[in-house]
């Protein structure tokens, strides 16, 4: 166990207009954990009621995610996720949301997860975010994601978080949001200026963008002919940056963008089916045969243009 | 003069939240040809009326562009857009279009025009640009552009452009009015079917990519701090991109990706400030750093991931 994932573990419930699929594991640790699988070695801190299927703990015990730290509550329901997704499905509509155990949910860590050297803190209350951080010991790195809900209800708390991580990784709407500025490079300046290493826009289709003090790297996303359920892609890409990272011997620019090559590449697999089907079952071959062609496309031959 | 462009001479008046600017040069075939002429030896195919000041014209041959195509109707008013931008700037607002001399304009191509190897298709109506390609005698690479309007009102001619084309340049929202679709690589690969080699597809801030029926590239937009004026960013990469295209020998997949960053770093230049003021005023070496920075932000290390 070399890498902490704080975040939800769910069920969800998904419509788009590819189809659907009812009562599917779901939640941002539970997506991160399954992408981070193939680099590193992910255990999860959450929980679930125990009405959570057997087959969901298989499934990521079978993907080597440490489940020590995985709280699970008798009597208690798992959170659930029912929604849908229209049209260009950039935007998820919201059925129901019953948080059920994780509305009471602390964060323990057992032991040996204090002493884990990378982090990852899901999308979760920026109070429960600095519990976990006042409980480790030694990180190498941390990275933070977010979402509007926070931004909107505790600005001054998630920028606690903001100041205390190595890396703040966050959507263009919600950095333009945090930061009051339409402008990518303003707001991540400002965001840098917090004290983070490094900022991570993601821009959904469009790609994703890490900024640092004096660098600069962006990636597209793999171009899908289908995409089918755009669920857990933020989170895939989060951990299957973190992931990377924590096989990186220096933490330098090279390693953050190979890190992005990772996350983009995850994050493309989890979009082409429901769930994990997809990220449960890749190859170390896909895998890289993936990178393999997002470097291509990115390839600029030498540019002295004139 | 081995670059042919077609398109609108205008004069402008701009307001946008860093400023305004009356009656400054502007026009598709402006833009572009000052991009391009860095690059490449443009003439331009256009009109204006005799009120079109001399300084402009002056700026125009300065840049070293043919001006043997320029109409100039005596006693005719030059076309001349009002508009301003808010927010973001990611949509210009019309306060007033006065096509005047443009209304009733039809290209007339010079002799040795018609010989050019290269050419750009700027956004007009489609019917010009049909006539363009009538006289044109034995083009190498054509390069077309077009707006909304002629989605709306003239699909079909439109798509007799697009099949007698090379490169079809369009931004996202445009394709995906064309197709039916909001997925891009499905727009790319409905256009492709249409005959052109390449598919421009421009997202303004979030970059540009270009797909072939085997291949895929893309680029960030460069980061800017300060946009002041999005107008003409459009033509100035169309400009770039073919005046670059120009001094390939072969055209190939490279030749076609170092277009794209010719592109994007005129692009780039032109935003910075009012009208043509930032990119007629560049030197070669201040173009060859932009496209060296950008090279940069797109390297991506050797990347088995696993």
Known sequence: MNLLIVGSVAVDSIETPFGRADNVLGGSATYASIAASYFASPGIVGVVGDDFARKHINLLKKRGVDLKGLQIESGGKTFHWSGYYEGDMNQAHSRSTCLNVFESFHPRLPERYRRAPFVLLGNIHPALQLEVLGQMTSPRLILCDTMNLWIKTEPKLLEQVFRRVDVVCINDGEAGQF?????????????LRLGPRRVIIKRGSHGVSIF???????????????????????????????????????????????????????????????????????????????????????????????
């Not at 930061?179 to 965001?191: E, V």
């Open 212 to 306: 640092g003090r004096r660098s600069f790297f962006s990636l597209p996303a793999v171009p899908l002919p289908k995409v089918k359920d755009p669920t857990g892609a933020g989170d895939s890409f989060a951990g299957g940056f973190i992931g990377r990272m924590a096989r990186s011997r220096t933490i330098n620019e090279n390693a953050f963008r190979r890190g992005l090559a990772a996350g983009t590449v995850m994050a493309s697999f989890c979009v082409e089916d429901f769930s994990c089907r997809k990220t449960a079952g890749l190859t170390s071959k896909k895998i890289n045969d993936r990178a393999a062609a997002l470097k291509e496309s990115v390839r600029l031959p030498a540019v002295d243009l004139i």
């Open 179 to 191: 930061c009051g500025t339409s402008s990518l490079p303003q707001a991540a300046d400002h965001l």
